[in-house]
């Protein structure tokens, strides 16, 4: 360039221009920078609420970004929760004046003044009044640190803190951005305590829905189970998932049929069914949406077996009361006439002639039976009293001879040959003489049922014997047996193989149920056609 040309850009200011376009130039692309930057800022604290990542992961790559437009050294949060302010997360965690976890105190304090105007506030530590927090800000070497108040609708729910160790300048446009910035993140902070806090009842939820003992299944309307807890699983698979499966799948008994449940429901429903040979209760309900139409469905199946067997046993204890009462009217109508009875035939027989022997004879059957007759009346009454049971030292043995006083005779008439082969050295136990005399006659007139309208002689074997530190009683017969499939469910209440009029399936769940009671239990032999052999297994008494 030429001296003349040089003289009409000085003239004329055109490299002037020049150099002021290139600076305007540079602020301008560091100003989109800084917006860039900003915009980015906000994004990263969507994204890292978004995902499964913790507040101090999402501070310390908030402050990464920061630093590269502010002078930015430290962030703090601050949560309000009821009446308490307290320090909730900070980057870097080094040591500092403030705890994880420390209350803010309100006296003349900094940070409840901007969480109760709700305005921010820009701090230079130097000139800032002696206040609690600027003496904690000193101590970590902080020159000035803007206080931001994060707003959530018409509520302040806390404070976020920016310390810098420099003397922070900054712009209107910086501080709408920084609002802004406080804004984003009170919105992700309720967002993720509102997500944490459904996350938590959704937790308590399921922690209850698996707890419940009984079974739950929730199925869609084409019966495909959509979730069921742990009881459900335990009942009928224990490996496989019920999830997916239909319902219709599962072994449901009604009596002998198979049973489905409907999961179309217009109102909710009840009943009683059989489930892996136990007795259970079912309730279904519908589940509507906010429309009021079905979209699934509840099953809660309640297994009742052994109330079904406590109520059999005040079923039988009812029948005992009623036969007390009835032998206790007995024993009073009886005892005067018997008394009378046996009293005439002694005078008669002390006034007889000792040489009629056949005379003499008839009379002391009639004296015997008298004595027998008021022994069965005492045995009965013995037998039925209805009072709380107490466990106490006792033998089976005399239970055993307390039975067959009772029914012994009426065995004798029905052509039934009972042998009976007692340990007399058998151990005591610890239990009740009357409900181990109403499980032996259970088994004897099941015995005897047993062999009923057998041609071959009837035959009942009663054996007592200890095992294995255990009393036994054993009952056999040599009557009609059981089937196979049938023995594991003659426990269950209210099976029987007979009919209505000689029994209603409860002696032998009674007798279990007592047994139990006892610290034992009851197991059987059988085979069809070749008779059956009962247990009655009791420990002994120590």
């Not at 909710?268 to 059989?274: A, D, F, Q, T």
């Not at 209805?386 to 030292?393: L, M, T």
Request: charged share 25%; with cysteine.
């Amino acid at each position: 360039m030429n001296t003349q040309e040089r003289m009409i850009e000085l003239l004329t200011g055109i490299q002037s221009s020049k150099r002021n376009y290139y600076t305007e130039l540079k602020e301008t692309v560091h100003e989109l920078e800084k917006k860039n930057i900003q915009l980015e800022i906000i994004n990263e604290i969507m994204r890292s609420f978004n995902v499964d990542m913790s507040i101090n992961d999402m501070l310390e790559k908030m402050l990464g970004k920061l630093k590269t437009i502010f002078p930015i050294n430290r962030i703090s949060l601050f949560l309000k929760v009821e009446n308490t302010l307290t320090l909730s997360h900070c980057y870097p965690s080094d040591s500092h004046f403030f705890v994880q976890g420390m209350i803010i105190p309100k006296q003349q304090g900094l940070y409840w003044t901007v969480l109760k105007t709700g305005q921010a506030r820009l701090i230079y530590i130097e000139e800032s009044e002696e206040m609690f927090e600027v003496q904690a800000l000193r101590k970590i070497d902080l020159t000035s640190c803007l206080l931001l108040p994060l707003n959530y609708k018409d509520k302040t729910i806390g404070i976020l803190l920016l310390g810098s160790k420099e003397k922070l300048e900054l712009l209107e446009t910086d501080l709408t951005f920084f609002q802004q910035l406080s804004n984003q993140i009170a919105v992700c902070l309720e967002n993720a305590r509102l997500f944490n806090e459904v996350l938590q009842r959704k937790k308590q939820w399921e922690e209850t829905f698996q707890a419940v003992f009984d079974a739950i299944f929730i199925i869609d309307l084409n019966g495909i189970i959509l979730q069921a807890n742990k009881a459900a699983q335990q009942i009928f698979s224990h490996s496989e998932k019920l999830e997916g499966r239909l319902i219709h799948d599962f072994p449901f008994k009604q009596g002998d049929y198979q049973f489905q449940f409907s999961p179309i429901l217009n109102i909710p429903s009840s009943g009683e069914l059989l489930i892996a040979k136990r007795i259970c209760e079912y309730y279904c309900y519908p589940i509507l949406d906010e429309h009021g139409a079905q979209y699934a469905s509840i099953i809660y199946i309640k297994d009742i077996t052994a109330k079904k067997q406590i109520e059999a046993q005040l079923l039988q204890s009812g029948k005992l009361a009623a036969i007390g009462e009835m032998a206790a009217g007995v024993a009073h109508e009886l005892n005067n006439p018997l008394t009378a009875i046996m009293g005439n035939a002694q005078l008669l027989n002390r006034k007889l002639n000792l040489k009629d022997v056949q005379l003499k004879q008839l009379l002391e059957d009639i004296h015997e039976c008298g004595k027998r007759s008021k022994n069965i009346i005492r045995n009965l009454l013995t037998f039925s009293r209805q009072e709380q049971y107490r466990f106490e030292k006792c033998s089976v043995n005399d239970a055993v001879a307390q039975v067959l006083s009772i029914i012994g005779n009426q065995l004798h008439k029905q052509t039934i040959e009972l042998e009976t082969k007692l340990d007399q050295k058998l151990p005591f136990i610890d239990g009740n003489l009357q409900q181990i005399g109403q499980i032996i006659l259970n088994l004897l007139l099941n015995a005897k049922d047993a062999i009923e309208g057998c041609e071959h002689p009837k035959k009942i074997l009663l054996e007592t014997f200890q095992e294995q530190g255990n009393v036994i009683l054993a009952v056999t017969d040599n009557g009609c047996g059981i089937e196979e499939q049938t023995i594991s469910e003659i426990f269950n209440p209210f099976f029987t193989t007979k009919t209505d009029a000689k029994g209603t399936g409860l002696g032998l769940s009674v007798s279990l149920g007592i047994a139990e009671a006892h610290g034992g239990t009851i197991k059987v032999i059988s085979k069809q056609h070749q008779g059956s052999t009962f247990k009655l297994i009791l420990p002994i008494k120590e």
